[in-house]
């Protein structure tokens, strides 16, 4: 009986052994030990080198905004140096409207010289010992000449201001001092309501 147990014994090691071969393949078909390693290292790789890519666009970006916004502050003439973003903005906005004004203005100015008489048409002339005004008008474009013996410091200036007061786009204007007399000549855009704007800046400036 005893060598019938030890037979059995026998027999079920080789059973186990056998199974046990079946299971494990051989090490040649088996795959390298840090090949699993390598590939999870080379997809942590792959998306650390996307991330970083992400980062350099957007420094990129940042960096052509701030370029941008460095030229608006030089272009825009009412911006501060250390103003804000915001106010960049809405300032140089506001200076494009203004801009679009200008321009407007400068258009309808260039399509009433375009259409104005050959020859200006004179519209006013006044005289007194001390002073002259003489205005012609050609188009919505007036002339104006003004010669004063009474040369005072800042006469000149509350002339051109005539002008502004009443709207009157100067383009051109010339002053001269010649043996004490004041010359000055001035050329402005005076609009579709000339003859009331005129009359204004005569009486501005013949009370000065």
């Known amino acids: 009986m005893k060598k019938d147990g030890e037979e059995d014994d026998r027999d079920l090691s080789k059973l186990i052994l056998a199974d046990t071969a079946s299971a494990i393949p051989p090490l ?10 390598r590939a999870a290292s ?13 980062q350099e ?13 460095a030229l608006l502050q030089t272009m825009v003439p009412t911006l ?8 960049i903005i809405s300032e140089t906005a506001e200076y494009i409207k203004e ?6 203005r400068l258009e309808e100015m260039k399509k009433s010289i375009g259409a104005v008489a050959a020859t200006p048409i004179l ?29 005072r410091r800042g006469l000149a200036t509350q002339i051109i201001m ?16 010649n043996h004490g007399l004041l010359m000055v000549t001035v050329t402005a855009f005076v609009g579709n309501n000339r003859d009331d704007i005129i009359d204004k800046i005569i009486r501005d400036i013949r009370n000065l």
């Open 28 to 37: 040649s078909q088996q795959p390298p030990p840090m090949a699993e390693g």
């Open 42 to 54: 080379t997809s942590t790789s792959r998306k650390r080198t996307r991330t970083e890519a992400g």
């Open 57 to 69: 666009t957007e420094r990129g970006r940042r960096e052509k905004m701030s370029d941008m916004y």
């Open 80 to 87: 501060f140096p250390k103003a804000t973003r915001v106010k």
């Open 99 to 104: 801009l679009e004004r200008r321009r407007d």
């Open 123 to 151: 519209v006013s002339q006044c005289s007194n010992p001390d002073s002259s005004l003489r205005v012609t008008v050609s188009g919505n474009v007036a002339f104006f000449g003004i010669q004063s013996v009474r040369v």
């Open 162 to 177: 005539a002008f502004e007061k009443h709207e009157a786009q100067v383009f051109a204007a010339n002053v001269a001092v």
